[in-house]
């Protein structure tokens, strides 16, 4: 289904309109109604009782059978200590499911060979046997999701904060296995960045973390390297390709990506309030007025829904990575539509744009703290859509244009009126979820990483200033 000028327009100027009257992040942000807490609980019980507690170990998805997703585990161990907080396990539960998990990836066999290993130079592979631990099929050795992994153990190491021997020994496999891995190794052909994967046999990906992606954190992290960082010109590699990356303009000017995830991962553990980098003190604004920008155009498309998918609309909305009913080309409205399978999904004319009338809850709920005047409603109406809100929350994802009852489905179910509901779960979508519910609540996640001195390293080498990095550790200007 191909969008006329005319469709792009209409969708140009909802987002136009809405970007500029949004409130001001320093507003009195709305309350969370009581029903978001059982969003949230039942988001945390999708992490606390599949997790392998033999090992810590996270799957990707359930319930089909599936590998580790390390993402998912770094996800996971934030979500241990809300649980403690907030009551529904205790800390000491959530301590000693923690430790496990450190321990398991500082110990969890190392080495260049193809098989046998969890890792490789101090990072690990993408996917994890839930049993073994070691390398899933021939799945890459991953950076950005060995980043999100190492996010969740810094966290941990700056949550337990007792003088306990548990405790001390979480804080101290925190910082060891942050500092073994070897950032260089992905540039090790001589390429300037980050590359975004390595292959026994095969070597570095050609692809790199530049430009504006969930990349972020990885570069962040490489520069707060102690034992072994990232070059001091990292960051500049990193946003010397924002050039093409810039939509909008006025109050709605942003560093654009279409699908919502890449700038909410970096953003759950990293509170980029204030604090900006050359280009953001240029732009005159900083990453997370950026992610309220962003959101209002994912918000402001599906609004406008220019492709004239069933159910969108100011109420329901969400375009991200996530589950889809598969590849099929069918009849829609009298024209021909194309449907996908797992993709990312987000507003066509961005960077990466896909449409295929697929929404996620984790689109928008993860952007809680960016824009609650819209998210919050966005949830009360994902409540209500049949099949979506099960055991443990949000089911990933939804197309209620997709009622194709004879199709050959990938994965879900259909319902001639309703339309396909996903079947599974998915870690990297549900940590979202319940990460950003709590840092809108207290600042929890962030509070707890400004402390954390890999991250004020890694800011400060990438040229970052102002805010709560112009105070003392853990301070916010």
């Known amino acids: 289904m191909i969008l006329n000028r005319r469709e792009l327009m209409k969708a140009t100027a909802i987002v136009t309109s809405s970007a500029a009257l949004a409130p001001s992040v320093f507003a009195k942000s709305p309350a969370l109604p009581a029903s978001y807490a059982e969003i949230e609980k039942r988001t945390f019980q999708w992490f606390w009782q599949t997790v392998n507690r033999e090992n810590g170990l996270v799957p990707d998805r359930w319930p089909t059978p599936s590998f580790c997703s390390i993402a998912a585990v770094g996800f996971a161990l934030p979500a241990y200590a809300i649980g403690a907080e907030r009551g529904w396990c205790s800390r000491n539960e959530a301590r000693d499911l923690t430790l496990t998990t450190l321990r398991f990836f500082w110990n969890a066999p190392q080495g260049p060979g193809a098989s046998g290993t969890a890792g490789y130079k101090g990072f690990f ?158 732009a005159g604004f900083d990453y997370f007025e950026n992610s309220r920008r962003e959101t209002y155009a ?121 339309g396909w509901v996903a079947k599974d779960y998915l870690g990297i979508d549900q940590g979202p979820i319940i990460l950003q519910a709590a840092n809108y609540r207290n600042e929890f996640i962030w509070r707890h990483m400004r402390r954390v001195p890999a991250i004020r390293r890694g800011l400060q080498r990438a040229g970052f200033t102002g805010g709560w990095l112009a105070g003392g550790p853990g301070e916010r200007g």
């Open 125 to 282: 592979y993408h996917f994890l046997d839930m049993e073994t631990g070691t390398r899933f099929r021939q799945v890459e050795l991953s950076s950005v999701d060995t980043t999100l992994l190492f996010l969740g153990v810094l966290f941990a190491g700056q949550y337990f904060e007792r003088d306990d021997p548990a405790e001390r020994e979480i804080r101290k496999l925190a910082i060891d296995l942050h500092e073994r891995a070897d950032w260089d190794f992905f540039r090790s052909d001589g390429r300037k960045s980050i590359s975004m994967g390595w292959h026994p046999g095969q070597g570095l990906i050609p692809a790199n973390w530049v430009g504006f992606n969930e990349g972020m954190c990885v570069n962040i992290l490489a520069l707060g390297s102690e034992a072994h960082p990232g070059p001091a010109d990292l960051w500049d590699q990193w946003t010397a390709t924002y050039p093409k990356f810039w939509r909008g303009s006025g109050a709605n000017r942003r560093v654009a990506f279409a699908p919502l995830f890449p700038g909410q991962y970096s953003q759950i553990f990293i509170d980029f309030r204030g604090i900006r980098d050359a280009v953001m003190r240029e």
């Open 298 to 418: 994912n918000w402001g498309y599906c609004a406008a829904n220019p492709m004239g998918w069933q159910g969108y609309s100011r109420s329901l909305w969400g375009l991200a990575a996530c589950d889809g009913p598969g590849d099929f080309q069918l009849p829609y409205r009298g024209r021909p539509a194309q449907f996908h399978g797992y993709s990312a999904r987000g507003p066509v004319g961005d960077p990466d744009g896909m449409d295929d009338g697929t929404l996620t809850p984790s689109a928008a709920l993860g952007a809680l703290p960016f824009a609650p005047e819209i998210v919050i409603p966005c949830a009360a109406e994902l409540l209500k859509q049949p099949g979506l809100f099960d055991r443990y929350g949000f089911k990933d994802s939804f197309n209620p244009s997709f009622t194709y009852t004879d199709a050959k489905l990938e994965t879900g179910s259909v319902d001639p009126q309703h």
